[in-house]
């Protein structure tokens, strides 16, 4: 899902930004024709003004976030800090609405379902993002807004104590034994192919 076209250019810039490093990003976010940096600024402020407002309620609702591709193997593998997670570089859109990413998911490659476990903000981060259901061209399709840089955690009981190795399945191309026990299933809906992950969101 989308709240409408203006986000795909503010996205390519996004992640345009992720990929280059030292003079060449300070370039590109300070060049009067292809930055987007203040609009990212207040969009970003917006989302945790409007995080922080969430209902009880809202907080306790999964949502939903289609991506078309595998993960790698390595993936699974946990970090320096403990965790097993993925971070998205760019404005990150889910729906409440389960059904709404798989329509996006492709037919003809395998493709990653994230199930996002929301909940209350805590002392380090915001765990919900904003919903602009009410703003956004298809509101139908219920979106929650996250910022940049927000973080999609493997909860800690998925985890396998005593392991140390991640292996490919051939047949699924499941990263599977070892280091964690995958919160992922493997699953066929609607002509789609999809790994669902459970993660619980978190940005600051």
Same mark, same amino acid.
């Given at each position: 899902? &989308?709240?409408?076209?203006?986000? =795909?250019?503010?996205?390519? %810039?996004?992640?345009?930004?992720?990929? *280059?490093?030292?003079?060449?990003?300070?370039?590109?976010? #300070?060049?009067?024709?292809?930055? %987007?940096?203040?609009? *990212?600024?207040?969009?970003?402020?917006?989302?945790?003004? =409007?995080?922080?407002?969430?209902?009880?309620?809202?907080?306790?609702?999964?949502?939903?976030?289609?991506?078309?591709?595998? =993960?790698?193997?390595?993936?699974?593998?946990?970090? &320096?800090?403990?965790?097993? *997670?993925?971070? &998205?570089?760019? %404005?990150? #859109? *889910?729906?409440?609405?389960?059904?709404? !990413?798989?329509?996006?998911?492709?037919?003809?490659?395998?493709?990653?379902?994230?199930?996002?476990?929301?909940?209350?903000?805590? &002392?380090?981060?915001?765990?919900? @993002?904003?919903?602009? #259901?009410?703003? #956004?061209? %298809?509101?139908?399709?219920?979106?929650?807004?996250?910022?940049?840089?927000?973080?999609?955690?493997?909860?800690?009981?998925?985890? =396998? !104590?005593?392991?140390?190795?991640?292996?490919?399945?051939?047949?699924?191309?499941?990263?599977?034994?070892?280091?964690?026990?995958?919160? @992922?299933?493997?699953?066929?809906?609607?002509?789609?192919?999809?790994?669902?992950?459970?993660?619980?969101?978190?940005?600051?």
């Amino acid at each position: 899902p &989308d709240s409408g076209p203006a986000y =795909l250019p503010i996205n390519v %810039f996004l992640r345009e930004a992720s990929a *280059c490093s030292g003079e060449y990003r300070r370039t590109l976010c #300070s060049h009067p024709l292809r930055t %987007f940096a203040a609009t *990212c600024r207040h969009i970003y402020s917006a989302v945790r003004k =409007l995080s922080a407002v969430a209902t009880e309620i809202e907080t306790r609702e999964p949502l939903w976030r289609g991506v078309r591709g595998e =993960l790698k193997p390595s993936f699974w593998n946990v970090d &320096d800090q403990g965790l097993v *997670c993925a971070v &998205d570089t760019a %404005f990150m #859109s *889910c729906s409440r609405n389960r059904s709404t !990413p798989i329509r996006y998911m492709s037919s003809t490659v395998k493709n990653v379902l994230w199930k996002l476990l929301p909940g209350e903000e805590s &002392d380090a981060a915001f765990h919900f @993002g904003a919903d602009i #259901s009410i703003l #956004s061209q %298809f509101s139908q399709e219920a979106e929650v807004l996250f910022p940049p840089c927000s973080m999609l955690v493997v909860p800690d009981s998925n985890f =396998l !104590p005593d392991s140390t190795t991640v292996t490919t399945d051939d047949e699924k191309g499941l990263a599977s034994a070892s280091s964690t026990s995958m919160s @992922g299933e493997w699953k066929e809906e609607e002509s789609r192919t999809f790994i669902q992950i459970t993660v619980k969101p978190a940005f600051v």
